[in-house]
């Protein structure tokens, strides 16, 4: 297979950039803009190659800016991130307002280098920088009777053109069950590519959970609320038939409308084949023993 220039640069520079980025200045000119955010290796990262930064931030899927992957990067730009405050409610001890340096200061920043699989069947490779859910749901007193949390994006229809449109039951919400939500795989990511997060991929804070598909990922988060009860998320309220809470990457468990057997990397080439799906996107070896004795047939 030949290998033209753009799509070695990518990762080479990045691997290079790595290799300096003790010199804040390597890391400032490779950002091209005034902050850089950095976050030390994690063990937790994969060693594949990150997509490109161009491919991670033209591509998207973000409907308060519209429907189609070019949209967020066109329209999103207009988004208001500071001030910003996250609120924390329910049952925890110590609920309120949360600025996003709170949540995720800087001197606890990893860097988490995940596969991003979404429902669509299409996949990247993330350098995502934050810090474990964990650690803020420990900080903010998580109570014993809180069995789920669950997220909710900004409603701002002046700043959020798609949600003008009825195309979701805006805010767009998500939940995890509370073991997925304090696994050391689940983050709050405040960056990526060493730069504070693009308003497209979910400014300022968003969740990662890299063995769910993509849509539990829940971009520029405003309340964090801990329940007993589990919560109807938007797009399982949207098509319960084809969406539901768990959406757990599982190649044996096609999409009403299409097999989740493979999908397509982003940026591969248009010649490339379709790579095989794996088991919880790959991380079943971390994250299968949260679902021992589950039907995940039922539980889609
Ligand atoms: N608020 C909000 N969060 C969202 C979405 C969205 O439309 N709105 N799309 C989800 C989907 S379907 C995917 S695949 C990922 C895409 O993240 P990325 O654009 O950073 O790759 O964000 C998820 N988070
Ligand atoms: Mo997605």
Redesign the pocket.
């Given at each position: 297979m030949k290998l033209n220039w753009s799509d070695v640069t990518p990762h080479r520079i990045y691997l290079d950039r790595r290799r300096f980025m003790a010199g804040s200045v390597a890391a400032l000119a490779f950002a091209g803009q005034a902050q850089a955010l950095t976050g030390r290796p994690s063990p937790l990262s994969t060693d594949e190659a990150p997509n490109s930064f161009e491919e991670?931030?033209q591509?998207?899927?973000?409907?308060?800016?519209g429907t189609g992957k070019e949209d967020?990067a066109r329209n999103a730009g207009a988004l208001t991130i500071d001030p910003w405050a996250v609120e924390i409610t329910g049952l925890v001890d110590r609920p309120g307002r949360y600025a996003v340096e709170d949540l995720a200061p800087e001197n606890a920043l990893e860097e988490r280098i995940y596969r991003?699989?979404?429902?669509?069947a299409?996949s990247?490779v993330?350098p995502w920088i934050g810090v474990p859910l964990a650690s803020v749901l420990n900080r903010a007193g998580l109570r014993p009777s809180a069995k789920y949390v669950e997220f909710e994006?900004?409603l701002r229809p002046e700043e959020m053109p798609?949600q003008r449109r009825p195309i979701?039951d805006w805010?767009?919400c998500?939940g995890l069950r509370i073991d997925e939500a304090m696994h050391p795989l689940t983050i709050l990511a405040t960056g990526?590519y060493g730069q504070p997060m693009p308003r497209?991929?979910?400014a300022p804070i968003?969740?990662v959970v890299p063995w769910k598909?993509?849509?539990?990922?829940?971009?520029?988060?405003v309340r964090i609320n801990l329940r007993e009860d589990q919560p109807l998320n938007?797009?399982q309220q949207m098509q319960p038939s084809e969406y539901g809470f768990y959406a757990n990457v599982n190649p044996e468990v096609d999409h009403p409308r299409w097999s989740q057997a493979t999908h397509r990397r982003i940026g591969a080439g248009l010649f490339a084949g379709r790579e095989p799906t794996l088991m919880f996107n790959g991380y079943a070896d971390q994250v299968a023993s949260l679902y021992a004795g589950m039907d995940l047939r039922v539980n889609y």
């Amino acid at each position: 297979m030949k290998l033209n220039w753009s799509d070695v640069t990518p990762h080479r520079i990045y691997l290079d950039r790595r290799r300096f980025m003790a010199g804040s200045v390597a890391a400032l000119a490779f950002a091209g803009q005034a902050q850089a955010l950095t976050g030390r290796p994690s063990p937790l990262s994969t060693d594949e190659a990150p997509n490109s930064f161009e491919e991670i931030t033209q591509y998207n899927n973000f409907y308060e800016f519209g429907t189609g992957k070019e949209d967020p990067a066109r329209n999103a730009g207009a988004l208001t991130i500071d001030p910003w405050a996250v609120e924390i409610t329910g049952l925890v001890d110590r609920p309120g307002r949360y600025a996003v340096e709170d949540l995720a200061p800087e001197n606890a920043l990893e860097e988490r280098i995940y596969r991003l699989r979404c429902v669509e069947a299409w996949s990247m490779v993330v350098p995502w920088i934050g810090v474990p859910l964990a650690s803020v749901l420990n900080r903010a007193g998580l109570r014993p009777s809180a069995k789920y949390v669950e997220f909710e994006t900004l409603l701002r229809p002046e700043e959020m053109p798609g949600q003008r449109r009825p195309i979701l039951d805006w805010p767009y919400c998500e939940g995890l069950r509370i073991d997925e939500a304090m696994h050391p795989l689940t983050i709050l990511a405040t960056g990526l590519y060493g730069q504070p997060m693009p308003r497209q991929n979910g400014a300022p804070i968003r969740l990662v959970v890299p063995w769910k598909y993509g849509f539990k990922s829940i971009k520029s988060i405003v309340r964090i609320n801990l329940r007993e009860d589990q919560p109807l998320n938007t797009w399982q309220q949207m098509q319960p038939s084809e969406y539901g809470f768990y959406a757990n990457v599982n190649p044996e468990v096609d999409h009403p409308r299409w097999s989740q057997a493979t999908h397509r990397r982003i940026g591969a080439g248009l010649f490339a084949g379709r790579e095989p799906t794996l088991m919880f996107n790959g991380y079943a070896d971390q994250v299968a023993s949260l679902y021992a004795g589950m039907d995940l047939r039922v539980n889609y």
